[in-house]
């Protein structure tokens, strides 16, 4: 008759010893885990211009689901091309839930029904407003990594913003050279405004700010005329696109009043919306004031 098979001691304690390091790999793997799901949102959609920028300079591409689509225009956008395959979005509801965001990141004049519905289904959304100067960016740059829980990437930005702006600061006593920037339709900006911080770090006398505008308006072209600035920044359309607004830029009495070699190009991208890259107008607008100021010397 057939008989029990006898008890192998050593054999039972191998297996239990391999089921043990088996749980203890399991748990192992399972920590880093959790660890990785507390280490900020994972899913993070971008429904407004100025957040895109953040997201796209904050965070790695795995962590973002969707930009806005004016995320892609490098027209508008001074990171256009960080964008790759991220998925563009027009700020709908029924393309953002589908998404399952864990954080949404909108402007303050963002489509308000969106903004309201994914609310009302339990997503999380960060609003942030307009910046008019660089300690604002500097506020943006820290709300925003502190929400996305990447600090120390928002103090790399700040830290890399403001050497630049240390670069592009005057260096020593200069009469202070007068700037305006035109935009289609003899749009401008004056003070109060985030071009009139550029301005002020290059050095340089916002020309709008100082004939009273505050905030942003239109002047006549023929005070621009009557009195130039010193420099002009001509910010047409970069894609060559003819308007009537546009054509405003090339009349033949601003021609007269400041020549080419006077007029900079600041691609408005820069400072369109306020981030790191807006440093890199300052850094312009600093070369165009040292041009001017060696040939007057």
Not at 18 to 43: D, E, H, Y
Not at 123 to 145: C, K, M, N, P, Y
Not at 162 to 171: R, S
Request: some cysteine.
């Amino acid at each position: 008759m057939p008989t029990k098979p006898a008890a192998n001691p050593p054999e039972r304690r191998g297996s239990t010893s391999t089921f043990v390091i088996g749980l203890l790999c399991v748990f192992s793997m399972a920590v880093p885990a959790r660890i990785a799901a507390k280490a900020g949102p994972a899913r993070v959609v971008s429904l407004n211009l100025c957040t895109d920028q953040l997201a796209l300079a904050l965070l790695p591409r795995e962590r973002i689901v969707a930009l806005s689509f004016l995320a892609a225009d490098p027209g508008l956008s001074a990171l256009s091309d960080r964008v790759g395959d991220i998925p563009l979005v027009q700020g709908m509801a029924e393309e953002v839930l589908p998404l399952v965001p864990d954080l949404v990141l909108a402007g303050t004049f963002t489509t308000r029904p969106t903004i309201a519905l994914l609310r009302a289904r339990g997503v999380t959304v960060l609003e942030v407003g307009l910046v008019s100067d660089f300690d604002g960016i500097r506020a943006q740059i820290r709300q925003v990594a502190a929400a996305l829980d990447v600090a120390a990437r928002g103090e790399e930005l700040i830290a890399g913003m403001d050497a630049t702006l240390a670069a592009a600061a005057p260096t020593g006593p200069a009469r202070p050279a007068r700037v305006l920037s035109l935009a289609p339709g003899a749009f401008t900006a004056g003070s109060g405004t985030l071009s009139d911080a550029v301005m002020r770090a290059a050095g340089l006398v916002n020309y709008a700010a100082d004939k009273g505008l505050q905030g942003y308006g239109y002047l006549p072209v023929e005070t621009v005329a009557a009195d130039p600035p010193d420099l002009l920044v001509a910010n047409a359309d970069e894609q060559g696109y003819p308007s009537l607004n546009g054509q405003m830029l090339a009349h033949p009495a601003l021609d007269r009043a400041v020549p080419a070699q006077d007029r900079p190009a600041v691609p408005g991208r820069l400072w369109t919306c306020g981030g790191p890259f807006t440093a890199d107008a300052a850094t312009m607008l600093a070369a165009a004031r040292d041009r001017l100021l060696s040939r007057k010397d």
